[in-house]
Each structure stands twice: as C-alpha cells, then as structure tokens.
C-alpha cells in the first residue's frame, strides 16, 4: 500500500512539475510574442515605405533586428530540449538581406507568434491568476461579504460561504487545467518555430559542408602531431639507443683480441643499452593505441589512471557497452593529458573523473579543484585536445574561472 502511495505522489509530482514547466514555457513565449508583435508592426511600415524607396535603408536595421529575436527565441526553446541552431546575423545591405532564405522563414515566423503566439502565451499569464484569485477566493469573500463578489471568469454572484466553498473549487480546477492541459498549449506555441525557425536546407548543407572541411583539417592536424610526436619518440630515445648499442659493440669486438675482459664489460652495456631501447619502443607502441583498453576496456583504463594519478581522483565510470576503438583511444588520451595537466599547473588537493555513455555520445569530464585560470587557446595543450576531439565530430567544452574550479568536458560521438 505505501508503494503504491509512493507512485502516486512521484507520479503527481512529476505532472506538477511539467505543468510548472509548460507555464514558464508559455509565460517566456508571451514575452518573445509582445517583441514579435511591435517588430511586425515596424516590419509593415518598412515595408509600406520601401514602396516609395525611403523604408530601404532601414531594411539592414529590421533584417538584424528579426534574426536577433529569432536567435532568441532559439535559446529560449533550447531550455526546454528544442535544438534550434542560431544564425549568424544577415549578410549587412539590402539585396543580402532579401536574399537570406533563412531570414523569409523568420519573418512567417514572426507574423504566427505576433498573433498566435501572443494569445496562447496570454493563456499561459492568465491562468495562474486566475487560479490564485479563485483558490484563495473564500479567504477574501469572508474578510468582505457584503460586497458583490464574482469568480475569475464573471460567473454569478457569490452570496454565501457555500457558494464562496464552490468558488474555490473552481481555482482547484484551474490547477488541474495547468497540470494536464498547459504542457501541451506549450508545445502548440513552439509549433511555428519548431517548423519555420530551423536553417533553410541549403545554408544548413554549406554549414555543414564547413564544419566537415574544418574536422577535416583538424583530424589532419592531429595526424601530423601524432606522427612527430611518435617521430621524436624515436628519434630522441630509441634511435639514439640503438647508435649506442652498435658502437659498444663494434668496441667489444675490437677489445676481443686486445683484453677479453673489457669486451665482457661492454658487452654487458651494450646489453642494457639494447634493453632499455625495447623499453622504449614498447612505451611508443603503447602510446599509439594502449593495449590496456584491449585488456580491460575503456573503464578498467580510466579507472587506472584515476588510481595512477599524481593527485588524488575519484573515478566514476558508467560505460557499458563499447565504442570505436579510436574514440576509446581519444577519451583515454584525454584523461591521461587532462590529469597530467592538473598535475602539473593546478595546484589541485582533488580530481574527478566521469565518464558514460548516453544517447550514442560517450561523454567525459575531468573536474579538479585547482586554482583555475585554465584556456584552451592556440598554442597551450588543452588547445592540442580540442584539435584531437574535433577530429571526431565531438566537443569540448572548458569552465575554468580564476580561483576553480576547473572542468573539462568532453562529449564523443560514439561510432562503431
């Protein structure tokens, strides 16, 4: 029985809370509607005056003024789970404003929220007035009953504490209105920008087609690092190994004939020299593709540099399933330079390490609790990550105020 309780109340408060939400969606919308409605009409007398040539030159001003409250608009419904990308403002001159076919389905979009916009978010203002008015109507019935009172919607007057008991019901009602019904009036009012506010197919393929060609550049980018980083690697540690072990060599075959004894001697050099080079190349072929996250997965090896780490970290991991071994390869070279960093430059007493995979994107995050003042611009190491993360299509994001603390998250798409 008490489970059964407990549903209902979770069940009740989750309809509570979409309903509060769909009201804060509605009542936001009503605002954007209000700007709509007064730019429409500035719209409508620019439009009159560039029939006689003079509105012109305030077309650029009106072509910006509706992409800025369309991009707006964009951020507010992206609260509420609408992807909605924003615009770069219009191309600046009359004939690139009318040639914007981005910009012609933001101006439908301001006529249908002007107009219906503005009555459904006028809804969403006067339904919880209404409910207040009418929940606490016996309280201010009962301090004034001699005065002809009537409910929030003009219906009969309210002459007695029965009538007034009734009253109050019908703010019950309102409640239950705002509950079940206003959610869904929020979606109608989001309809108009759900349909007009997306890019036009076109701008959205050239914006594409520019990102891919930047991933592109970037996965080249990070190629190149690769590859001289493995090059030095060689180079400066095992290749210079290698010279040694063969000029101990050549020394001990000379010192063969002359003293045996010293050719034991540089042959046994000649020997640690040779097993610190496989050493070493070890080292560069793991740094490649560690073999540990073939050995323990991606959890197991983030988990191990968690428990490695020159500064205490917690690691919480909810990665289930598997991802492209280069993306694994990506997030575990994240975490290893993120925790090296925080090592080094944060002074940090703590780190978190998080990592799960949602919605196909394995999403990563590294928190410490540093000084802070951390910045990925061009040049620093964190600037190299974000080269590596776009390489895949993912993103990085870096909060890091002076002071900290400071976190790094990382989000992956997670291919096969």
């Given at each position: ?94 004939r690139g404003a009318l040639a914007d076919l981005s910009l012609r389905r933001e101006l439908g979009w301001i006529a249908v929220h002007a107009t219906l916009g503005f009555l459904i978010g006028l809804i969403g203002v006067l339904l919880p007035l209404f409910a207040l008015r009418d929940l606490t109507f016996f309280l201010w019935w009962w301090i004034g009953p001699e005065t ?269």
């Amino acid at each position: 029985m008490s489970t059964e309780r407990s549903s209902v109340r979770a069940a009740l408060g989750r309809a509570a809370s979409r309903g509060l939400t769909g009201l804060e969606q509605l009542i936001g919308g009503f605002g954007t509607a209000v700007v709509a409605l007064l730019l429409l009409m500035v719209i409508v007398v620019t439009a009159v005056a560039s029939l006689a040539g003079v509105g012109l030159l305030a077309v650029p001003v009106v072509a910006r003024t509706v992409r800025s409250l369309a991009n707006r608009e964009r951020h507010r419904l992206a609260r509420y789970d609408v992807d909605l990308p924003e615009l770069d403002p219009p191309t600046r001159g009359v004939r690139g404003a009318l040639a914007d076919l981005s910009l012609r389905r933001e101006l439908g979009w301001i006529a249908v929220h002007a107009t219906l916009g503005f009555l459904i978010g006028l809804i969403g203002v006067l339904l919880p007035l209404f409910a207040l008015r009418d929940l606490t109507f016996f309280l201010w019935w009962w301090i004034g009953p001699e005065t002809p009172s009537t409910t929030s919607i003009g219906i009969g007057h309210v002459d007695s504490p029965f009538e007034a008991l009734w009253a109050t019901l019908l703010g019950v009602g309102w409640v239950a209105l705002i509950i079940g019904v206003v959610p869904n009036i929020a979606r109608v009012q989001s309809w108009p920008a759900r349909k007009l506010l997306v890019p036009d197919p076109s701008v959205d393929l050239s914006m594409r087609v520019a990102e891919l060609t930047s991933t592109r550049a970037a996965a080249l980018d990070a190629h190149a690092v690769e590859l001289r980083r493995i090059e030095r690697a060689l180079h400066d540690g095992s290749q210079n190994r290698l010279v040694a072990v063969n000029v101990l060599l050549g020394a001990a075959r000379r010192a063969l004939t002359r003293n045996p004894d010293e050719a034991e001697a540089i042959l046994a050099r000649a020997q640690d020299a040779a097993e610190t080079a496989l050493a070493e190349l070890r080292a560069v072929a793991r740094s490649i593709l560690p073999p540990v996250l073939a050995d323990r997965g991606l959890a197991g090896a983030l988990t191990g540099l968690a428990s490695a780490s020159a500064v205490p970290c917690e690691a919480e991991i909810d990665v289930s399933g598997r991802c492209a071994a280069s993306v694994e390869a990506t997030a575990y070279f994240v975490v290893a330079e993120a925790l090296t960093n925080v090592a080094k430059h944060s002074g940090a007493q703590q780190a978190r390490v998080t990592a799960a995979l949602r919605g196909g994107k394995l999403l990563v995050e590294i928190t410490d609790d540093g000084h802070g003042g951390a910045n990925a611009e061009n040049g620093s190491g964190l600037d190299g990550i974000r080269r590596r993360i776009e390489a895949y299509d993912g993103v990085l994001r870096l909060d890091s105020p002076k002071g900290g603390p400071t976190i790094l998250a990382v989000e992956l798409p997670c291919g096969s």
